[in-house]
């Protein structure tokens, strides 16, 4: 818990000013998570002799992200050539006598819409119009869920969740990543929407639903990434930030949190 705790701060040192100011620091900042996601992701799939490309995996996680974030009317032929040039790879792999082509194109696909489109939403996210305010309203719902989720689960949790997908994970966390969800996002509501710029965009009720959402469903992002790694054998997708494990590891809830809580304040805040 302490080098889990540390992290977390060392994390937001960084993270903070990157939200505030958004632009380039931003891109840096999230593209560095599901650029290393992407990675992540390939050798999970190659640590069980699957092989989807790398460099098509990697290099289109990043254009996907750079296009989203910068220059968003291009993204979707981006990500089109990304797929055709993982077809056309793989077509190539089976005549040199690779017989699961079909399945590592399918796992190659995957990666290009799971962690580069949706994962893309972070960048949404934050280019909404106050779009720092709404990242902050989002995301730390989301966190506060995931911390309530495993300090109860830890403490209290009997009964399991997933038993084959994720032992540690219980009813109970789950119960706590809820209700901290849904207090976290009437929290950061009333916040921001009384000493921040939002300026009464947000009641306390679509902050409670928001707060809800961030509670109840990125637990199945967080679920698919343990459904990823199981065959594997890994219990992290790499160890590169202390007591958290890998890039995969955070960023799997944070892709079901941004493209929900896109969608949520644009089609019932924002309309």
């Not at 990823?228 to 892709?255: A, E, Q, Y």
Request: aromatic share 16%; glycine share 12%.
């Amino acid at each position: 818990m302490r080098r889990r705790t540390l992290s977390a701060l060392g994390l937001a040192a960084i993270g903070l000013p990157a939200i505030i100011f958004g632009g380039v620091l931003y891109f840096f900042l999230m593209g560095t998570f599901l650029i290393g996601a992407a990675w992540e992701y390939v050798y999970l799939f190659r640590a069980v002799k699957l092989q989807p490309q790398l460099y098509i995996t990697v290099g289109g996680v990043t254009l996907i992200t750079l296009t989203r974030a910068f220059f968003p009317q291009y993204a979707l032929p981006v990500f089109e050539a990304a797929v055709l040039a993982a077809l056309a790879y793989h077509l190539f792999d089976y005549e040199r006598g690779r017989d699961q082509a079909a399945l590592d194109f399918s796992i190659t696909v995957a990666g290009l819409a799971y962690i580069g489109w949706i994962g893309s939403y972070l960048f949404d996210l934050r280019n909404l119009p106050d779009g720092g305010w709404w990242f902050m309203v989002v995301m730390p719902s989301l966190w506060l869920s995931d911390s309530g989720a495993y300090s109860i689960g830890v403490a209290y949790g009997k009964h399991k969740l997933a038993p084959r997908l994720s032992p540690n994970k219980s009813w109970e966390g789950y119960a706590a990543s809820v209700f901290t969800g849904t207090i976290g996002g009437i929290f950061f509501a009333y916040v921001y929407s009384t000493y921040g710029n939002l300026n009464g965009d947000i009641t306390l009720l679509q902050g409670a639903a928001l707060g809800f959402l961030m509670g109840a469903l990125p637990t199945l992002g967080d679920l698919g990434e343990s459904m990823i790694k199981r065959p594997s054998g890994l219990k992290d997708s790499s160890d590169v930030i202390p007591g958290h494990g890998g890039f995969f590891d955070r960023v799997d809830s944070w892709l079901w949190g941004a493209m929900i809580g896109y969608y949520f304040i644009v089609w019932c805040i924002l309309k």
